[in-house]
């Protein structure tokens, strides 16, 4: 799947589907869509630790519609995996996403070796901000199923259990579907529109950044997320059998 799909330099759309109308999808995905199996589990719970400025000058610049950026750490609960991620738009309004694989105990931290990654993502994306600058600000914790059309070179991903920390959590009732390819549509879009699904703009970081802090201006996001989300959610911890030991 990564030397098929890896899709670090992408066009991505998002949805917000009833539980019932996904699965319609995953259906119809089915003779052309490989799912992502480690040894027979077909989902992984993810924990993405989102690092901002002071001023929050990743949210402001994705509101604002300015050069959008993330720094985050991503942890692979099941499997112990971390890595350190930046994540930059290029001039076409395509993501593009590096990563770099640190130990597991390196959630939620920017390490001295992390930094470096950090800031040479960032500069090389005409983004004036640094490693230094930033500090942990908001987690956010789901569990994700991960298709592959491995000869259109497209994935899609389904996300579920979606919460904030402290924040937000997403109605039970929806998932959150993720389409990553190139500029045309890919199958899975398509089969979106024919349903009737439009895409989205929604940032899990942006939305529980959102909900989080008082008198942050109000927006599109924010009305999305008060329809699609519930607050004052203080999320229950994954089990500990599912986290790797320190």
């Known amino acids: 799947m990564d030397a098929a799909a890896a899709l670090q330099h992408r066009v991505d759309r998002k949805y917000l589907d009833p539980l019932d109308r996904a699965r319609r999808l995953v259906a119809h995905l089915a003779d052309s869509h490989h799912v992502l199996d480690l040894g027979g589990r077909r989902t992984t719970s993810y924990l993405s630790m989102y690092f901002d400025t002071e001023q929050l000058g990743a949210w402001r610049a994705h509101v604002q519609r300015r050069r959008r950026w993330k720094v985050r750490t991503r942890l692979y609960a099941e499997d112990g995996l971390c890595r350190v991620e930046a994540k930059t738009k290029d001039g076409r309004g395509a993501t593009l996403k590096h990563a770099l694989k640190v130990p597991a105990t390196g959630y939620g931290d920017l390490t001295e070796r992390a930094a470096r990654f950090v800031d040479e993502m960032l500069e090389r994306a005409g983004v004036p901000v640094m490693a230094k600058e930033l500090s942990a600000a908001a987690e956010v914790r789901y569990v994700r199923a991960a298709l592959a059309d491995l000869d259109g070179g497209s994935r899609v991903t ?50 529980g950044q959102s909900l989080l802090t008082p008198g942050l201006p109000d927006n599109d996001v924010r009305r999305l997320a008060r329809a699609h989300f519930t607050t004052a959610v203080n999320p229950a911890p994954l089990p500990a059998e599912r986290i790797p030991a320190a």
């Open 158 to 207: 389904l996300d579920g259990v979606l919460s904030g920390h402290r924040t937000a959590a997403l109605d039970p009732g929806h998932v959150l579907i993720e389409t990553r390819g190139g500029t045309r549509p890919a199958p899975a879009d398509r089969l979106l529109l024919g349903m009737g699904v439009r895409p989205v703009s929604l940032s899990k970081y942006i939305v």
